[in-house]
């Protein structure tokens, strides 16, 4: 027996690494399991997990690869989906955490005003780059220079989970697409890692923090909204940033 199928809508969304639109489709019902079973499990890797697996199921580019996206796309792609498939408008909660006194007329130990303020997000028309990209092509010197690429979800997730203090070190080595002279061109797929920490190291410091810039002004995408609290009226700054934030 054949059953009727439901026809779903396309939408599409530009992302950086990309130089058209991606199309894609909302979530299904088995993608909606997904990240309920993500949710549940509370833990980094299984996010991630679900993240790539709902996007890899809901793009309908071929050849599509979700393996080969910056964090930055994945964010953006995710958070589109997110609002095609379970409503543009993402009710946020906060605590607010004004020192108040009960009774002005008392002395009194302030106390945390403790209120629960709903913010109300628009995934659609709120969510913005945080920064502006900056050009990738990077001079060290007068004869040398680099070709940078944006970190994946999965470089990210191995070096938030390693929490070593050599992180920055290592994050900027594996944004390195290639290196350049006036003579050659250096892929860095082709060095080891080592060679490419060695690299990194051996550098000037001057030049060190032109790289370190970039990857420091990586796009995110972020929220930045005001909201006053009913019950104390302190004025608020709220702010969401990054995948983790957009998630629930």
């Given at each position: 027996?054949?059953?009727?199928?439901?026809?779903?809508?396309?939408?599409?969304?530009?992302?950086?690494?990309?130089?058209?639109?991606?199309?894609?489709?909302?979530?299904?019902?088995?993608?909606?399991?997904?990240?309920?079973?993500?949710?549940?499990?509370?833990?980094?890797?299984?996010?991630?997990?679900?993240?790539?697996?709902?996007?890899?199921?809901?793009?309908?580019?071929?050849?599509?690869?979700?393996?080969?996206?910056?964090?930055?796309?994945?964010?953006?792609?995710?958070?589109?989906?997110?609002?095609?498939?379970?409503?543009?408008?993402?009710?946020?909660?906060?605590?607010?955490?004004?020192?108040?006194?009960?009774?002005?007329?008392?002395?009194?130990?302030?106390?945390?005003?403790?209120?629960?303020?709903?913010?109300?997000?628009?995934?659609?028309?709120?969510?913005?780059?945080?920064?502006?990209?900056?050009?990738?092509?990077?001079?060290?010197?007068?004869?040398?220079?680099?070709?940078?690429?944006?970190?994946?979800?999965?470089?990210?997730?191995?070096?938030?989970?390693?929490?070593?203090e050599t992180m920055i070190f290592t994050l900027v080595s594996s944004c390195i697409d290639k290196i350049f002279d006036k003579d050659s061109v250096y892929k860095a797929k082709d060095a080891t890692q080592e060679?490419?920490?060695?690299?990194?190291?051996?550098?000037?410091?001057?030049?060190?923090?032109?790289?370190?810039?970039?990857?420091?002004?990586?796009?995110?995408?972020?929220?930045?909204?005001?909201?006053?609290?009913?019950?104390?009226?302190?004025?608020?700054?709220?702010?969401?940033?990054?995948?983790?934030?957009?998630?629930?």
């Amino acid at each position: 027996m054949t059953l009727p199928q439901i026809v779903t809508p396309e939408y599409e969304v530009k992302i950086l690494s990309k130089d058209k639109p991606i199309k894609y489709r909302p979530f299904l019902v088995r993608e909606q399991k997904i990240m309920m079973m993500a949710v549940e499990a509370k833990d980094i890797q299984s996010t991630v997990t679900a993240v790539k697996q709902i996007i890899k199921n809901c793009v309908l580019e071929k050849n599509f690869n979700v393996d080969d996206l910056p964090l930055v796309d994945i964010e953006t792609l995710f958070i589109n989906l997110r609002a095609r498939s379970m409503g543009e408008i993402l009710n946020t909660y906060f605590k607010c955490t004004n020192m108040i006194s009960e009774d002005q007329h008392v002395m009194m130990t302030p106390k945390q005003c403790g209120m629960i303020i709903e913010v109300p997000v628009n995934l659609l028309t709120d969510v913005k780059l945080s920064n502006e990209p900056l050009p990738n092509k990077i001079m060290l010197t007068q004869d040398v220079g680099v070709l940078m690429k944006y970190p994946s979800l999965e470089l990210v997730n191995k070096l938030l989970e390693s929490n070593n203090e050599t992180m920055i070190f290592t994050l900027v080595s594996s944004c390195i697409d290639k290196i350049f002279d006036k003579d050659s061109v250096y892929k860095a797929k082709d060095a080891t890692q080592e060679e490419m920490n060695s690299f990194v190291e051996n550098l000037p410091t001057e030049s060190f923090k032109l790289l370190d810039e970039f990857i420091d002004k990586i796009p995110k995408s972020k929220v930045e909204m005001e909201k006053k609290c009913s019950k104390c009226g302190f004025q608020h700054k709220f702010v969401l940033e990054g995948l983790g934030d957009f998630f629930l």
